[in-house]
């Protein structure tokens, strides 16, 4: 039977690529990033947009007589853009910050069936759903994340300077670099399966998330798909692989300067905390983050809290729930190290994960 992504904790989803808030651009201008989480049936799916703008008009209209699940604005003019919502449900508006919608959906003639279980979607690169009124669209980028037994058989080739695709998995990303919206194509399909099995080997899939069968690869008792410090040689461990007790740095989980987007090294480590997280779910933890103290103390705090949150929403993107992990940004308040050398600030810049009490 085919297998759903790991998406169960979609209660309060936020964006797989968390984006960028326009924090430095010299004119006015606003992103928008996308996010389809597709279903087994190959039309359905959960969409989550998120938009923001530093000083451009900004519309994004809900298709059809869509209600969504949640709708989320960030920023100083929250309350009013969240009031400007409520006269109009079906549109998100905003000049400041940030804001995103969360809703079920499904493709209509946009999706082909060309074979059993094959399908094919034709889509524009750029939401049709945005509108600009003032300013640009400086960035935009699709995110399509397929069920564990689908495949991306091919998808559009672009020129280079059109946008670039970006293929993790059964994740598969376009970011427009150009002005105009091209059509893109993306075929996919049911893996095919063996129907001459009769008995079927639970630990014959090299991706079984079953600690019968898993590795465990520095033998400290918690399989490597959810050991968050893997090759540790620590003899004591907790329900992460990592030394009990402790707080823990999330190595992996580094930012370049004033952005909140996880890379994949920081996503391939949170796919670990995820299932760990999963395995135990009466414990409770808080993901923190902390910044150095370069540039103004305000701005660190918000820029932590946007870190501490986009760590939180992939988490529960891969199927945790969102009640047993917290999110809290620190800002600079509690340096690890001397903020007077590189390696001190390096140090400070931080995402940190603790256990927490109930």
């Keep these: 039977m085919p297998r759903l992504p790991n998406i169960k904790g979609l209660k309060q989803l936020q964006v797989v690529a968390v984006f960028l808030l326009l924090q430095s651009s010299p004119v006015a201008a606003a992103i928008s990033d996308l996010l389809i989480a597709m279903e087994t049936d190959g039309r359905s799916h959960t969409v989550q947009h998120t938009i923001g703008s530093n000083g451009t008009d900004i519309g994004l209209e809900l298709p059809g007589s869509i209600i969504p699940q949640e709708v989320r604005f960030i920023g100083p003019d929250q309350a009013e853009q969240a009031a400007q919502h409520q006269l109009n449900p079906r549109k998100l508006q905003l000049q400041s910050g940030s804001a995103f919608a969360r809703y079920h959906h499904q493709y209509g003639q946009d999706v082909t069936q060309s074979a059993e279980n094959e399908f094919e979607l034709v889509t524009l690169s750029r939401p049709a759903n945005i509108t600009i009124y003032s300013g640009e669209l400086e960035e935009s980028s699709i995110t399509w994340v397929f069920p564990t037994d689908f495949e991306i058989t091919s ?68 399989p490597d798909y959810r050991d968050v410090c893997l090759g540790s040689t620590t003899a004591e461990t907790d329900i992460l692989g990592c030394r009990d007790g402790s707080t823990l740095v999330l190595e992996a989980v580094k930012f370049t300067k004033g952005n909140s987007y996880l890379d994949v090294s920081a996503r391939q480590l949170l796919d670990r905390v995820a299932y760990a997280m999963q395995k135990h779910p009466d414990i409770h933890f808080e993901v923190g983050a902390h910044t150095d103290n370069g540039g103004a103390a ?50 400070n810049r931080r995402i940190e994960l603790t256990q927490v009490k109930k």
């Design 155 to 222: 998808y559009t080739v672009t020129d280079s300077l059109t946008g670039k695709w970006v293929v993790e998995n059964n994740m598969l990303t376009f970011h427009q670099l150009s002005d105009e919206a091209v059509t893109l194509g993306i075929r996919y399909r049911l893996k095919p399966s063996n129907k001459l099995t009769k008995t079927i080997d639970v630990c014959s899939e090299v991706t079984a998330k079953i600690d019968a069968c898993a590795p465990d690869a520095d033998a400290d008792g918690i």
């Design 298 to 347: 305000d701005f660190n705090l918000k820029l932590s809290n946007k870190r501490a949150e986009a760590v939180r929403h992939y988490l529960m993107l891969k199927g945790v729930d969102p009640n047993v992990v917290r999110a809290a940004g620190y800002g600079e308040s509690y340096p690890a190290k001397d903020n007077s050398s590189s390696e001190g600030r390096r140090a």
